[in-house]
């Protein structure tokens, strides 16, 4: 199964809303990244949240990590319609040292002019 | 390179037939990965990459599909006997340090007919 899963599958609003997109995983993590990725493109990496932060910023990002709950989410403030995207959450596996990073399905972000 | 470059952009094949896709990392990565998108999925995790050898290669689906890595920079994936199952975007991605900041390629969009 998914280690991380991201919820919306699908999230539409208006350009200068705020787009709250979530991501939960399972097991135990060092790190938690997100990546976006344009129609037909690769995946793009946004901002990386260490197992012992709680929040970090970037620009218009806003990433929020509870390790007690095992979720993440991802805030982007003053939307734009270039934001539209698809938005995933990536996850290690913190019980081992140097793991592969595992991708959750996504969130489409369609964000109207 | 400035970028990680993927080729052949697309690709359409013949059931059964072989195919081969490239992947050039950007200078100076150690780590190479390559994944799997089907069409509105997640990504699944294929191979890693450390320099030339492969110290994870549990995501490949069968003994159908290898890899490997010359001179520690350009990686191929090759598919043999392909099936329409096969049909996927392959992406690859490299990293400076294993596993943080992935940094993908457009990716390959295969098609098996």
């Known amino acids: 199964s998914q280690q991380g899963e991201e919820d919306p599958q699908a999230l539409s609003i208006q350009e200068g809303e705020n787009a709250t997109m979530n991501c939960s995983y399972k097991t135990s993590i060092n790190n938690l990244q997100w990546y976006r990725q344009n129609s037909g493109r690769g995946l793009v990496h946004l901002i990386l949240i260490r197992s012992n932060e709680r929040e970090k910023h970037s620009g218009r990002l806003r990433v929020t990590l509870d390790t007690s709950k095992k979720s993440s989410s991802l805030l982007i403030t003053a939307s734009r319609a270039a934001d539209t995207a698809s938005y995933f959450c990536a996850t290690d596996d913190g019980e081992t040292s140097g793991s592969r990073l595992t991708f959750g399905e996504g969130t489409q972000l369609t964000v109207n002019p | 390179g400035a970028g990680v470059s993927q080729s052949p952009s697309n690709k359409v094949t013949e059931k059964g037939k072989d195919v081969e896709l490239r992947c050039d990392p950007i200078?100076?990565?150690?780590?190479l990965y390559w994944y799997r998108q089907s069409l509105g999925q997640g990504l699944e995790f294929l191979i890693y990459?450390?320099?030339?050898?492969?110290?994870?290669k549990s995501g490949l689906p069968s003994d159908r599909f290898s890899a490997e890595r010359t001179g520690g920079s350009v990686s191929t994936l090759t598919i043999q006997r392909t099936q329409q199952e096969d049909s996927a975007v392959y992406l690859c991605a490299s990293s400076l340090i294993p596993f943080y900041g992935y940094t993908f390629g457009s990716g390959t969009r295969l098609t098996v007919v």
């Open positions: 990459f450390q320099g030339n050898s492969a110290p994870d």
């Open positions: 200078s100076g990565h150690t780590a």
